[in-house]
C-alpha cells in the first residue's frame, strides 16, 4: 500500500473523523497503521515488579487504511490510498472499463434477462417489472447413511458435491439419536449446499444443457413436483451424469435432491419459468382412440 511512516494522515470516519496526525507504524499484511495521538485505546497494567500498583494507560489503536486518507503534503489535501488488490484490479480492468464488469455474466442469467423476462411479462400481463418471477436459490443436498462406517467416503462426497457446484459443501448432522436407524446425535448424515447469484445459474446451465443429457433413457422430469409457490424440487440418482466427476475416482453411487425455489406465486409461474430457462418437463403423450370393438 501507499503509505510509510511519518506521512500525515486525516481520519475520514469514525470517533476521530477530521483528526490530522503522523504515521507512527505500519502493518502491510493487515492494512492497518498506528497514528499519533488518535483512536486511543484504554489498556489495564498488571502488577508487576516495576509497577507493583498496576494501573490503566491509554495508548494509540490501530486503524484500518480505509478510515484514513493521507494528506498531499504541496496541497494539504486528503489524497487516495491505494493497496496492491485495487492496484491489480485497475491492471486487469481498467482499460477494458464497463465491459470487463459484466463478461462474467453467467450465460442463463443473460437469457434470463434478455429472452425469459420479457417472454413472462408479455403471457401473464405484469404491470410492475418486480412481479417477473425469478429464481432466488438452489439447494442440493445428499443423504449419506454410509458415512458414519466410513469417513472416506463422506470426505469424497464433499470433493464431488464441491466439484459439481463450484462451493464447498456444509456437512449435515444428526439432531437427534435414533436407535432404528443406528443413528446417534451428532453423526454426520450428509452434506448440503446453498446456492445463490452467479453461482446458481452456472450450476443450472450445467445442469440443464449437460448433465441431464447425460441421463440413461432420460424424456424430462415430471410438472408434478411444485408446491403452491412455485418451487421445484427433483432427484439425480447419480453424480456421475456431471463431467466434473471423474467416474474412475466414484467410490460409491449416490443420488442428490434438487430444489430450485423461485419468487413465483403460483405454479403456472413457476413451471413456465423453468420451461424458459431450458429444464425439460415430460411431455403428455397422447391418449389412443379406443378400439371399437368388433360384433
Same mark, same amino acid.
Not at 72 to 85: L, M, V, Y
Not at 176 to 181: H, L, V
Not at 212 to 230: E, H, L, N, T, Y
Given at each position: 500500500?501507499?503509505?510509510?511512516?511519518n506521512?500525515?494522515?486525516?481520519?475520514?470516519?469514525? /470517533?476521530?473523523?477530521?483528526?490530522?496526525?503522523?504515521?507512527?507504524?505500519v502493518?502491510?499484511?493487515?492494512?492497518?497503521?498506528?497514528?499519533? /495521538?488518535i483512536?486511543?485505546? =484504554?489498556?489495564?497494567?498488571?502488577?508487576?515488579?516495576?509497577?507493583?500498583?498496576g494501573?490503566?494507560t491509554k495508548?494509540e489503536?490501530?486503524?484500518?487504511?480505509?478510515?484514513?486518507?493521507?494528506v498531499?503534503?504541496r496541497?494539504?489535501k486528503? =489524497?487516495r490510498?491505494?493497496?496492491a488488490?485495487?492496484?491489480?484490479?485497475?491492471?486487469?480492468f481498467?482499460?477494458?472499463?464497463?465491459?470487463? !464488469? @459484466?463478461s462474467?455474466?453467467?450465460? %442463463?442469467?443473460?437469457?434470463?434477462?434478455?429472452?425469459?423476462?420479457?417472454?413472462?411479462?408479455e403471457?401473464?400481463?405484469?404491470?410492475?417489472?418486480?412481479?417477473?418471477?425469478?429464481v432466488? /436459490?438452489?439447494?442440493?443436498?445428499?443423504?449419506?447413511k454410509?458415512?458414519?462406517?466410513?469417513?472416506?467416503?463422506?470426505?469424497?462426497?464433499v470433493?464431488?458435491?464441491?466439484?459439481?457446484t463450484?462451493?464447498?459443501?456444509?456437512?449435515?448432522?444428526?439432531?437427534?439419536?435414533?436407535?432404528? +436407524?443406528?443413528?446417534?446425535?451428532?453423526?454426520?448424515?450428509?452434506?448440503?449446499? =446453498?446456492?445463490?447469484?452467479k453461482?446458481?445459474?452456472e450450476?443450472?446451465?450445467?445442469? +440443464?444443457?449437460? !448433465?441431464?443429457?447425460?441421463?440413461?433413457?432420460?424424456?424430462?422430469?415430471?410438472?408434478?413436483?411444485?408446491?403452491?409457490?412455485?418451487?421445484?424440487s427433483?432427484?439425480i440418482?447419480?453424480?456421475?451424469?456431471?463431467?466434473?466427476?471423474?467416474?474412475?475416482?466414484?467410490?460409491?453411487?449416490?443420488g442428490?435432491?434438487?430444489t430450485?425455489v @423461485?419468487?413465483?406465486?403460483?405454479?403456472?409461474?413457476?413451471?413456465?419459468?423453468?420451461?424458459?430457462?431450458? %429444464?425439460?418437463?415430460?411431455?403428455k403423450?397422447?391418449?389412443?382412440?379406443?378400439?371399437? %370393438?368388433?360384433?
Amino acid at each position: 500500500m501507499k503509505i510509510k511512516k511519518n506521512d500525515q494522515v486525516v481520519v475520514i470516519s469514525g /470517533k476521530d473523523k477530521g483528526k490530522k496526525g503522523r504515521v507512527m507504524r505500519v502493518f502491510p499484511g493487515e492494512n492497518r497503521v498506528l497514528v499519533e /495521538k488518535i483512536n486511543y485505546v =484504554t489498556v489495564y497494567l498488571r502488577k508487576s515488579q516495576k509497577n507493583p500498583q498496576g494501573g490503566v494507560t491509554k495508548v494509540e489503536g490501530q486503524l484500518h487504511i480505509s478510515n484514513i486518507q493521507v494528506v498531499d503534503p504541496r496541497t494539504g489535501k486528503p =489524497t487516495r490510498i491505494e493497496t496492491a488488490f485495487c492496484k491489480k484490479i485497475r491492471g486487469d480492468f481498467g482499460s477494458l472499463g464497463m465491459k470487463a !464488469a @459484466t463478461s462474467n455474466v453467467p450465460r %442463463l442469467l443473460e437469457l434470463y434477462r434478455n429472452e425469459v423476462a420479457p417472454q413472462l411479462i408479455e403471457t401473464f400481463k405484469y404491470k410492475n417489472v418486480m412481479q417477473v418471477p425469478k429464481v432466488t /436459490k438452489v439447494s442440493v443436498n445428499v443423504g449419506l447413511k454410509e458415512a458414519k462406517d466410513d469417513a472416506k467416503i463422506l470426505e469424497q462426497i464433499v470433493i464431488e458435491i464441491g466439484m459439481i457446484t463450484g462451493q464447498k459443501p456444509v456437512i449435515t448432522k444428526a439432531k437427534k439419536s435414533i436407535a432404528n +436407524f443406528k443413528s446417534r446425535e451428532g453423526y454426520p448424515v450428509g452434506v448440503k449446499v =446453498t446456492l445463490r447469484g452467479k453461482r446458481m445459474y452456472e450450476f443450472l446451465d450445467r445442469l +440443464f444443457n449437460i !448433465a441431464m443429457p447425460r441421463i440413461r433413457d432420460f424424456r424430462g422430469f415430471s410438472d408434478q413436483s411444485f408446491d403452491d409457490r412455485g418451487n421445484y424440487s427433483l432427484g439425480i440418482q447419480e453424480q456421475s451424469i456431471f463431467p466434473e466427476v471423474e467416474f474412475d475416482k466414484i467410490k460409491l453411487m449416490k443420488g442428490m435432491d434438487v430444489t430450485i425455489v @423461485t419468487s413465483a406465486v403460483n405454479r403456472e409461474e413457476g413451471k413456465r419459468l423453468l420451461e424458459l430457462l431450458g %429444464l425439460p418437463f415430460r411431455k403428455k403423450q397422447a391418449l389412443a382412440p379406443e378400439r371399437q %370393438l368388433s360384433e
